[in-house]
């Protein structure tokens, strides 16, 4: 069965620099979620979308934005980026039923150098 | 402030015997609750939910218990084996923002053969 994608797994950026991570949720899923994991920390919800408008929103710094696009995949766009960026980045799809049952990606490991 | 906490941050068992995670909350409004397991450089894997009209829920080996004035859960699972050694993290949620579902810091499962 198709799961999560997110794209790209490793990416290796330098302060200041932008990033951008993908996120493809499972087919006929409407809600997205974004989540970091810092080293030895749980995940922290950043953000969610449902039906491409956001829903819901965390502890996401200002200097990410993120949207979720009419085919449902969603881009998480980090600018600015400095050392403590450096984490594990989720992100989980989910039908609207009132469940919560998330489905997560591999996730996305960003290194801020 | 950590609204869902695992106080364990490891645990060993040995294999066959009973493993007992334990998890408390601290908002109220939650009423849904999620264990999900993780393996290294994997994302999170859902494993088995309660609703708060509940006080257990049984698939297979494992087993949660929800005491809703306590706020507290536990996941059991019986008989551990190997392949469940895992991080489980505990996840809920609030019918009022079903789209953020809160993550506890985890605990480290072991299963020792």
């Known amino acids: 069965a198709a799961g999560v994608i997110q794209s790209p797994r490793h990416l290796i950026k330098e302060k200041r620099e932008t990033a951008t991570l993908k996120c493809y949720p499972i087919?006929?899923?409407?809600?997205v979620y974004w989540y970091q994991q810092g080293p030895g920390q749980d995940p922290q919800f950043l953000i969610s979308f449902y039906e491409k408008m956001q829903s819901d929103k965390g502890s996401i710094p200002d200097r990410f934005s993120a949207q979720q696009f009419s085919d449902y995949h969603s881009e998480l766009n980090m600018s600015s980026l400095e050392l403590g960026d450096s984490a594990l980045y989720f992100c989980?799809?989910?039908?609207?039923?009132?469940?919560?049952?998330?489905?997560f990606g591999e996730g996305s490991r960003l290194t801020v150098l | 402030d950590q609204q869902v906490k695992q106080n364990s941050p490891s645990l060993s068992v040995q294999e066959g015997r009973i493993s007992i995670l334990n998890c408390d909350y601290t908002?109220?409004?939650?009423?849904?609750f999620l264990w999900y397991k993780k393996y290294p450089a994997e994302g999170p894997t859902f494993l088995i939910s309660?609703?708060?009209?509940?006080d257990k829920n049984e698939d297979g080996r494992f087993t949660v218990f929800l005491n809703k004035s306590a706020k507290h859960l536990s996941l059991h699972i019986v008989p551990s084996q190997p392949g469940d050694s895992a991080v489980y993290f505990c996840?809920?949620?609030?019918?009022?923002?079903?789209?953020?579902?809160?993550f506890g810091p985890g605990t480290s499962l072991s299963v020792i053969p």
């Open positions: 309660i609703s708060s009209i509940k």
């Open positions: 996840a809920a949620s609030a019918k009022t923002s079903y789209d953020k579902v809160i």
């Open positions: 087919p006929r899923h409407d809600t």
């Open positions: 989980a799809s989910s039908r609207r039923n009132g469940a919560g049952e998330l489905f």
């Open positions: 908002n109220s409004m939650f009423d849904y």
